[in-house]
């Protein structure tokens, strides 16, 4: 904890943030969650508590009910959440940065008066819903498609791998869709759609190898009408909307790589001072105790790495790089340290009452979700000059 907290980028507020999260997530999650992950049940009671905290409107201004707080605090309280467990990170990640936020940034603010209280006090949940059967990484490649009207919008198509989209907790979705044409190429808009539409079906995805109690699901949309008030910004901007998003979208996903690492690499340090083999502590063995050493080397530079991408966005400063650097270092890092920490459990840590093995599962998504770590390495590449595509 102590070298949690030296990061110079952190406030006594900061710590006692993260103090208050981590004592939630200890004493609320913890104690429940391998139960709830055998399951594979998305638990509303222990959402709602993540909300009574404040953690399901983060940085929403407190006139709607938020906290109002930073970047960083967001971040931090991710980061605590993920330590413990990646499904309930993931439903306030994706509740937070995707979709509270494209609401709160491009809404009207009809749109904001709407929707934020009710989204920011913790009983209801909002969706993001970009990804489709053919369109993932290649976000553009959609094809659910809207009909203007003289009232509104006509909406058909469908969305997939949707997370905070099926429960009921859920009361709607910021989607995607193609409206018209624009020098012979799809225009894309951003709409709001509540789940109470007629025309919207949802389903959960069962059968999950991770996240297995994060609210993970699939919409169709089907003769959809939607009132004019339902366009989210201008009209063929749906794809800056929803890319600038992702960049938010990806600093909350390496907090979930940092957290997960974190918690990996504790549970990894206290078994090696505690298991024996040869009549001695595991972490007496050299090979041991560098691979818990580089641990703690690879978690210390992914979270200077992604404090620095906090730094940039909250003081409004280009930090769509800093931000794809951050989610690709913290999800490899993540991979690392969870693929080590089962090394040194050995065969235990395959076992379902261990939460290492919880952990190990969980990583994977890491390196796909938000941008995989090819898409990434694109963008990166992108930023600093470089004539690449995903299409090569």
Request: charged content about 25%; aromatic content about 8%.
């Amino acid at each position: 904890m102590e070298n949690i907290n030296k990061n110079p980028l952190l406030t006594q507020q900061h710590i006692e943030w993260r103090n208050k999260v981590r004592r939630f997530a200890e004493s609320t999650i913890l104690p429940v969650i391998l139960e709830i992950d055998k399951r594979a049940e998305f638990n509303k009671e222990l959402t709602c508590k993540m909300g009574e905290i404040g953690l399901l409107g983060i940085q929403v201004e407190k006139k709607y009910g938020g906290l109002d707080l930073d970047s960083l605090s967001y971040i931090i309280a991710v980061e605590e959440i993920a330590r413990i467990d990646g499904s309930q990170a993931a439903t306030i990640a994706a509740h937070n940065s995707l979709g509270l936020h494209p609401i709160a940034k491009y809404g009207t603010e009809a749109q904001k008066e709407m929707y934020l209280p009710k989204l920011a006090k913790g009983n209801h949940l909002w969706a993001f819903g970009l990804t489709e059967p053919t369109a993932g990484s290649d976000a553009r490649g959609v094809k659910t498609f809207v009909e203007e009207t003289t009232d509104g919008f006509i909406i058909n198509g469908e969305k997939i791998f949707i997370t905070n989209s099926a429960s009921d907790m859920s009361l709607g979705v910021t989607i995607q869709a193609i409206s018209g044409s624009k020098n012979g190429k799809p225009s894309l808009s951003a709409y709001l759609v509540d789940y109470d539409t007629p025309g919207v079906e949802r389903e959960f995805i069962k059968g999950k190898l991770l996240w297995r109690s994060a609210d993970t699901g699939k919409i169709k949309f089907e003769n959809c009408k939607l009132p004019s008030d339902k366009l989210l910004g201008e009209k063929g901007k749906g794809a800056h909307i929803m890319l600038e998003t992702l960049d938010g979208g990806r600093l909350s996903i390496a907090a979930m790589g940092l957290g997960l690492a974190q918690g990996a690499y504790e549970m990894a340090k206290s078994y090696a001072m505690k298991r024996e083999q040869f009549g001695k502590q595991l972490a007496r063995f050299q090979s041991v105790a560098f691979k818990i050493a580089e641990m703690d080397m690879r978690i210390e530079t992914a979270r200077n790495t992604l404090y620095h991408a906090c730094w940039l966005k909250q003081n409004l400063k280009p930090y769509g790089r800093e931000a794809a650097i951050a989610k690709l270092y913290c999800s490899e890092v993540a991979k690392m340290v969870a693929d080590e920490a089962i090394q040194i459990f050995g065969a235990v840590g395959f076992l379902a009452e261990n939460h290492i093995e919880r952990f190990f599962r969980d990583q994977r998504i890491l390196q796909i979700g938000e941008g995989t770590s090819e898409i990434l390495r694109i963008v990166i590449a992108k930023h600093i000059g470089l004539p690449v595509s995903a299409a090569d």
